[in-house]
């Protein structure tokens, strides 16, 4: 399915964030691990998370879903080795947290995905769930299908992450949990949460504890956590609430800065720190963003966002030195560099982004997607396509019209469709049908506020 972004001037509204996809995803795998009935309002109805579910339910059916509600209902049955395989569609999460759930429940399964996902490195979470005891095949270059056998989980194992990922880490800590064994694992790179915060949440005995390298306990002490389960049995909750998602609000925020005119409010957007670095980088670069109705939910930091147009500046990452260790930062915006770049684009001055390995496996090489849109939109850049960029805006001029290929992947095609507005002729967005896996009512929201997306 292809999109064409028109040029539109006015961003104007209200409206409730769509659920977040991470959280999303991990409530289904600890509600369904729980195993008592439980409610989930909020819930992302989108492709992902319902990979997520089928999956689960192909293991033990007990996950009902009714729109943005879910019902999990304690299970009769125990876990059985299902008889197809598994599919989890583009979901490198759904998978990744999968592979850790089924391995340490002890059950066989073979996971597969579309063409995307099974070009996506596995390796990353099968070693270390092999160290952990776990049995799997790949295949020779690492990739999935991904078969699972029975294997037996150690206790208290040990784990330093060569990568900064949360998938990763959610992976190796879901197989610990299901094993009900206990693990330790060291992140210098801090990356997002949501798990743990969950387990914390359902009173599970886990412990985040910063690691520094001297005294001073300054910010170019600060190492990375050490983040240390022991198993103790979870307490059933029988609601959780999930908050809205960051990455999604990014592409609204965006739209609201680099629009002529119009305020833009978004409600209920989760603000947990490891995600929501993409604010202070915005308002360093001149954003009309602000916070208010700040309250937890869930375990998790929601506010509402409110947006205005800006003139923006360009930024490079070395500025947020004072506040955060630059080399913490991409972990927290991975997600949203792709819609950082759009705004980026429409400021004054270059953008400077390295670091960027990990955008380059994500559901695409969202790095070379990123620069191809640039060639056909006609924004200067230098990049090596592998790991940073730097790009010089456009001085808040409007942009040539263009053809770009999304590569299949969501966020590539929401960015660019959200540079349409700025554009003189529309953008054409080929590919769009992915948006579906994480936002699903994308162009009839943007429409409702101003913007001017056809098929
Ligand atoms: C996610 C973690 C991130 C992110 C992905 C969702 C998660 O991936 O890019 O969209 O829910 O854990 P990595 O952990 O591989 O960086």
Request: glycine fraction near 8%; proline fraction near 4%.
């Amino acid at each position: 399915m292809n999109l064409k972004s028109f040029n539109s001037e006015l961003i104007k509204g209200s409206i409730v964030c769509p659920g977040d996809k991470s959280i999303s995803q991990r409530i289904l795998i600890l509600g369904w691990l729980l195993n008592k009935n439980i409610t989930i309002s909020g819930f992302l109805n989108a492709e992902d998370p319902l990979s997520t579910a089928n999956a689960l339910n192909q293991i033990s059916d007990s996950i009902e879903i009714n729109g943005n509600e879910v019902i999990i209902k304690e299970r009769t049955a125990e876990p059985k080795n299902p008889k197809n395989p598994i599919d989890l569609g583009n979901s490198g999460t759904g998978m990744r947290l999968m592979f850790g759930l089924i391995s340490g429940l002890g059950i066989e399964a073979t996971l597969i995905g579309d063409d995307s996902l099974s070009k996506r490195p596995m390796r990353r979470v099968a070693d270390p769930l092999k160290e952990m005891g776990a049995l799997n095949k790949l295949k020779i270059d690492g990739t999935p299908p991904i078969e699972i056998f029975k294997g037996k989980i150690i206790d208290d194992f040990v784990y330093e992450m060569p990568v900064a990922s949360a998938q990763v880490k959610s992976s190796i800590i879901l197989a610990a949990i299901a094993a009900k064994k206990g693990i330790t694992i060291i992140e210098e790179s801090p990356t997002r949460n949501h798990t743990e915060r969950m387990i914390e949440y359902f009173k599970g005995n886990i412990e985040i504890l910063p690691i520094w390298c001297d005294e001073s306990k300054s910010l170019n002490s600060f190492i990375g956590n050490k983040i240390v389960y022991k198993p103790r049995e979870l307490i059933s909750i029988e609601h959780y609430d999930v908050v809205g998602d960051f990455s999604s609000a990014s592409f609204l925020i965006v739209a609201g800065l680099i629009s002529k005119s119009g305020k833009l409010i978004i409600k209920n957007v989760g603000l947990n720190p490891s995600r929501s670095l993409l604010i202070k980088i915005l308002k360093s670069m001149g954003g009309n963003v602000s916070i208010s109705n700040k309250r937890m939910v869930s375990n998790e930091e929601v506010g509402d966002i409110t947006v205005s147009p800006s003139k923006l500046k360009g930024f490079n990452v070395s500025h947020l030195l004072g506040e955060v260790r630059a080399d913490h930062v991409i972990p927290n915006i991975i997600d949203e560099i792709p819609i950082l770049c759009i705004a980026a684009a429409f400021a004054e001055g270059s953008t400077i982004l390295g670091d960027l390995e990990e955008l380059t496996i994500k559901e695409s090489n969202r790095l070379a997607a990123i620069c191809d849109g640039f060639d056909a939109i006609g924004i200067k850049y230098f990049s090596d396509r592998k790991s940073s960029i730097k790009l010089y805006g456009n001085h808040n001029e409007d942009i040539n019209g263009a053809e770009i290929d999304s590569h299949g992947d969501h966020r590539i095609a929401m960015s660019f469709l959200i540079a349409g507005m700025r554009s003189k002729n529309g953008i054409t967005v080929k590919n769009c049908k992915n948006i579906e896996t994480s936002f699903p009512n994308f162009k009839d929201i943007m429409n409702s506020l101003g913007m001017n997306i056809n098929e």
